[in-house]
């Protein structure tokens, strides 16, 4: 089965600083890829997602690529703030109505 | 996005019992949910797959007779956690999706103690 890995596994960065994450998988046949936002005891958030036939795409200050060759794909926080630290997910899929499989997570501290 | 709920969002039981989640998609028809199960600072683990009117499909490991899934409707799936044990305290959350699309929404969440 498809197998997500996920760098790094804590984050601390100074306020208005990106930050970067980035998760590798392994099955070619996966080409659905959200990123997940989840606060202390809260849900998972989807806070973007990116598809196989697209390189890049941006939403504000949040960007993620995908490099299918090379089977990886990363999130691009710029310009980090207080409310951005929370527990980050990546995950992969092979599209419609089929099971996530979810990285590791992300911990991400932004310090004031 | 879909709109998702939960129920109860906490619950505390004795060892032996039985706990039903209950997980709600309130506006859109969800044709499959999905059942994850989140430990302590852990990721998410997919328990199993349901689709309306058919069986889940566990994932392995997942003992089906323990964990019994039922999605009877297009707008409700249920959890029943039957003799409950410590090992078996953990954050469930569902998630749904179906009718095409590869986007899931996740439901807040229920916190399960058992004592």
């Known amino acids: 089965g498809e197998n997500v890995e996920q760098h790094p596994s804590t984050l601390s960065v100074q306020e208005g600083d990106s930050a970067v994450i980035k998760c590798t998988y392994s099955?070619?046949?996966?080409?659905?890829f959200p990123w997940y936002k989840q606060e202390l005891g809260k849900r998972p958030q989807l806070i973007i997602d990116?598809?196989?036939?697209?390189g890049e795409k941006k939403d504000q200050r949040i960007a993620v690529t995908l490099n299918k060759t090379a089977k990886h794909f990363s999130l691009h926080i710029t310009e980090t703030q207080p409310e951005d630290s929370a527990v980050y997910f990546c995950?992969?899929?092979?599209?419609?109505?089929?099971?996530?499989?979810f990285g590791a997570g992300t911990t991400v501290t932004v310090r004031a | 996005g879909a709109v998702v709920s939960q129920h109860p969002s906490r619950v505390i039981c004795k060892s032996g019992t039985s706990v039903k989640i209950e997980c709600r998609s309130l506006?859109?028809?969800?044709?499959?949910m999905f059942w994850y199960r989140q430990f302590p600072k852990q990721s998410l683990m997919l328990m199993a797959t349901?689709?309306?009117?058919?069986?889940?499909?566990?994932e392995q490991g997942v003992e089906k007779d323990k964990f019994l899934i039922n999605h009877a409707s297009l707008t409700l799936s249920t959890l029943t956690v039957t003799s409950a044990h410590p090992e078996d305290s953990s954050f469930y959350i569902c998630?749904?999706?179906?009718?095409?699309?590869?986007?899931?929404?996740f439901g807040p969440g229920t916190r399960l103690t058992v004592l």
């Open positions: 998630s749904v999706g179906g009718a095409g699309t590869d986007t899931q929404y």
């Open positions: 099955d070619s046949a996966s080409n659905y």
């Open positions: 990116i598809r196989s036939n697209v």
């Open positions: 995950a992969a899929s092979k599209g419609n109505d089929y099971k996530l499989s």
């Open positions: 506006d859109f028809q969800a044709t499959t």
């Open positions: 349901s689709n309306e009117g058919s069986k889940a499909t566990y």
